[in-house]
């Protein structure tokens, strides 16, 4: 629970997030050996934070770094009391009295930097802000578990190798490395919400930790509208994981579920968080609009309720401000929602020789369902099909499987 805080503590100090871990490590080592005849301290965080300051200190000197950095670091040392010197309990109340929440969002920063690719992006920030081990984020991404432990070393040696700043940047490059930072977590979050591939339509966890660093990132950033776009989207539709997967674990639809399943906590979170987006003047950012788009589905008691209209003229909005294949394909359902099928067929059709929707499953998934609309049965079935064949998951293969058998009467 605390790993992600003494990381960012001791990578402000070392400027390495490798080495801070390792150090971070050493500290939890440390207090397994002496918790079990000492028991447990008071404050559990503060002592494993001193423990890994020390830690760091005595690294540091052992590798005798340049007089500049000794200085730096001797400075900062002083003026918390110099950790390494004084009486552990001091230490520890001195621990306890930093405010790591600078520390925190650095580590945020350097975790998603843009030198790294986005796979090793999203493999470090669950490493270290996460606290998932190697293991569980094989689980969650269904690759090898050597894969991801070369990821993550990858990962650290690119960012020791670029000499990457442990620190927030600078106002000329913050917008695109915030842009960055929510990028990965809206990745991890997708990937529970809609998996990949595997035999779960849904890996609730991957959500649930995606919303809980996008929640610590809009406390450590009160005044950044889109974290605030962001979470609220996770948050509402985080609502509706208890009504997307049936009995068996087969998918549900939006609009064939349950909307009593909802969870309206979730959902009052999410407008909460929208509504200060707003009031931020964030309205019209990318991940705001797809939180309002959300807001229609949240609001509508019933399905027969949803403002499709309003959604439709959000993804105008959407498609202007940040234009994309999917955000054309989801325009194409809402458009045939608020004005009929021909409609978002038109715009469907539009992507057929888009090269980034080549292989691309929701496609022919949507196609497949407006040609049905309009009772073009033998096109609709050769669109799920094709749709079918082109998904890796397989509760998604058997519902498209079964919409293709259904085309035949």
């Known amino acids: 629970m605390e790993s992600a805080k003494i990381i960012a503590t001791v990578a402000r100090m070392v400027r390495d997030v490798g080495l801070a871990e390792e150090l971070a490590q050493d500290a939890l080592v440390s207090a397994l050996e002496q918790w079990s005849e000492s028991g447990v301290p008071d404050n559990p965080a503060a002592w494993l934070t001193a423990v890994a300051k020390r830690r760091a200190l005595d690294r540091l000197r052992h590798l005798q770094l340049a007089e500049h950095k000794a200085g730096e670091i001797g400075r900062e040392l002083d003026a918390r009391h110099e950790i390494a010197q004084?009486?552990?309990?001091?230490?520890?109340?001195?621990?306890?009295?930093?405010?790591?929440?600078?520390?925190?969002?650095?580590?945020?920063?350097?975790?998603?930097?843009?030198?790294?690719?986005?796979?090793?992006?999203?493999?470090?920030?669950l490493r270290l802000l996460g606290g998932l081990a190697t293991d569980e984020i094989a689980r969650a991404f269904l690759v090898t578990e050597p894969t991801v432990a070369q990821r993550i070393v990858r990962a650290k040696r690119t960012l020791a190798e670029a000499r990457v700043p442990f620190e927030v940047p600078r106002r000329a490059e913050f917008e695109s490395r915030l842009a960055s930072v929510l990028e990965v977590l809206y990745l991890i979050f997708n990937e529970g919400y809609a998996a990949t591939a595997g035999d779960d339509w849904m890996r609730p966890a991957l959500c649930e930790e995606a919303l809980r660093l996008g929640r610590i990132v809009?406390?450590?950033?009160?005044?950044?509208?889109?974290?605030?776009?962001?979470?609220?989207?996770?948050?509402?539709?985080?609502?509706?994981?208890?009504?997307?997967?049936?009995?068996?674990?087969?998918?549900?639809?939006?609009?064939?579920?349950?909307?009593?399943?909802?969870?309206?906590?979730?959902?009052?979170?999410?407008?909460?968080a929208l509504a200060r987006a707003e009031a931020l003047g964030g309205a019209l950012g990318p991940y705001a609009l797809q939180a309002a788009i959300a807001a229609c589905h949240a609001r509508a008691r019933t399905a027969e309720q949803t403002d499709w209209g309003r959604i439709a003229a959000l993804y105008d909005a959407l498609a202007q401000l940040a234009p994309s294949p999917i955000v054309e394909l989801n325009r194409a359902v809402a458009l045939s929602m608020a004005f009929g099928p021909a409609a978002g067929l038109e715009v469907a059709d539009a992507l057929l020789a888009e090269p980034a929707l080549q292989g691309y499953h929701l496609l022919p998934t949507v196609r497949g369902d407006l040609l049905f609309k309009l009772g073009r049965l033998d096109e609709a079935r050769r669109e799920f099909e094709r749709a079918a064949g082109l998904t890796r998951n397989g509760r998604e293969k058997a519902l498209l499987a079964a919409r293709a058998r259904a085309c035949l009467g």
């Open 218 to 272: 809009a406390e450590l950033m009160p005044a950044a509208s889109e974290v605030h776009g962001l979470v609220a989207l996770m948050e509402i539709q985080a609502s509706r994981t208890a009504a997307r997967v049936g009995p068996s674990g087969e998918p549900v639809l939006l609009l064939e579920q349950n909307r009593a399943r909802w969870d309206h906590v979730l959902i009052g979170r999410g407008l909460a």
């Open 86 to 125: 004084a009486d552990f309990a001091e230490a520890v109340d001195t621990a306890l009295d930093d405010d790591i929440g600078d520390d925190l969002l650095r580590l945020v920063f350097t975790a998603c930097h843009p030198v790294l690719s986005t796979e090793a992006r999203v493999a470090l920030t």
